[in-house]
């Protein structure tokens, strides 16, 4: 049922809270709060896509790391693409349109959680697009943790590096690292030891960090699901050096020693496989290099503290930084982050078939607000570079605020009522019954 309000004179200031108590505590239909409309200002069209990125001239990385995690992604890929290490097209326009021009933008608020937006356009590049990228590890790190539910296995990490200097050129390990490990898992030693401890499934994935002393220094993480329930560690690790050292000199990189090339380890927590990739400790779920090492995310928070604070103290100078990061989305270009092996894929194929069969018998009754943005308003927004940030301030505070906040970029306030709607559904904790309001912004 839509609710609108009665006409009240509104002031600019205080937009959000009365518009939106006015239009919850009436039922009269067919009239709309008269307030103000002012003339967009010159602001709201050329205002730089950073220009909320409010903080003091002495930002410093745990500063950034403070904020909203969802919100510094976004800020990050804003960064990246002001500084023209991002170029592509489609990364640059990620989350900035509706997947099509009938479609509103659906900014879903849940209770307990961050917002979903449904709707709009994403470049899922894992590699280039902090945005995508975060979204894509939250559900592998599902899938993971599916996985080992089901399977019940016993699990170990086991951990391939390769020796390197500052001379060796990230393509070049890059590339022999993974025709390296093509080859192991024909090589008869692998094939023996998945017999002999009953390999059941794999996954694995690449992690890289830069060092001012050695340069790029990448190695590759296998995560193992095991059904023997006696795994030698110490066999398992000598056997795979040898075939893993065989391996690295037949493609012309450096005689790997006992110190560094193969490491394995039980691993008791699934989930933190996926948290090797990432920004730093004072995330959920990310981490930075080792000693003198940087992740690439750390690198990107550099370009970020740059973009806020020229004074900024980074790991290296930004000339550098974009020229790292840059070498890196050349080196990752069309490859995989995960590489699934033995039953894998089979085993997540039931936990998801499971799981659907799951949804079509419970009814889903969702406790959340969601707020609705027409497509061409949306557009208009993300080039303003104020779109994300009404998501961010929609996560953190109140729909009231949000549209305080925008009343205050945007100035005609009139744009904002044809363009902007709210539904909220409300979850009857007694009767398990669905009551919707809405809350109707646009004729």
Known sequence: MDNVA????ILQDNFGEVFYTSIKSTKNQGEYPEIPVTPLG?????????????????????????????????????????????????????????????AEVEIHLPKNGAAIIKNVMTCKNFWQCPVCRTNMLKQKRKNIQSVVNKSKTQNLMVTLTLRHSR????????????????????????????????????????EITWGVRNGWHIHMHILIGSLSKELDIGDIEEKLFQVWN?????????????QAGVNAILAENASA??????????????????????????????????TINPEYKGYTSLEQTRYLLKEYHEGFENRRFL?????????LKEVEEAQELKDEDEEVIEDTTVVFVK?????????AGYSMDFVSILETRSIPSALDWLSSKWKNTGEILDNVRVV???KDSVNATESVSATALSG
């Open 6 to 9: 009665q006409s009240a004179p």
């Open 273 to 306: 496989y996926l948290a090797k990739w990432n920004y730093s400790n004072e995330m959920a779920g990310q981490k930075s290099g080792r000693g003198d090492n940087v992740s690439i995310g750390d690198l990107e928070v550099d370009v970020l503290g740059y």
């Open 375 to 383: 497509s061409n308003f949306w557009m208009k927004l993300s080039y």
């Open 167 to 206: 001379e060796d050129s990230l393509e070049k390990l890059v590339d022999g690292l993974q025709k390296a490990s093509s080859d192991m898992w024909r090589d008869r030693v692998w094939q023996k030891l998945k017999k002999q401890y009953k390999f059941d499934w794999h996954i694995r994935n690449l």
């Open 42 to 102: 010159v602001a709201g069209i050329s205002a730089s896509t950073l220009d909320s990125i409010v903080l003091s001239s002495n930002t410093t990385r745990d500063k950034l790391l403070l904020q909203n995690k969802y919100k510094l992604n976004r800020q990050l890929k804003d960064a990246l693409c002001v500084n023209g290490v991002v170029t592509k097209k489609v990364v640059r326009n990620c989350l900035k349109s509706s997947i099509s021009k009938e």
């Open 246 to 258: 065989r391996l690295v000199l037949k493609y012309k990189m450096k005689q790997l020693d006992r």
């Open 339 to 347: 590489y699934p092996g033995g039953r894998y894929n089979e085993i």
């Open 424 to 426: 909220e559904h409300i």
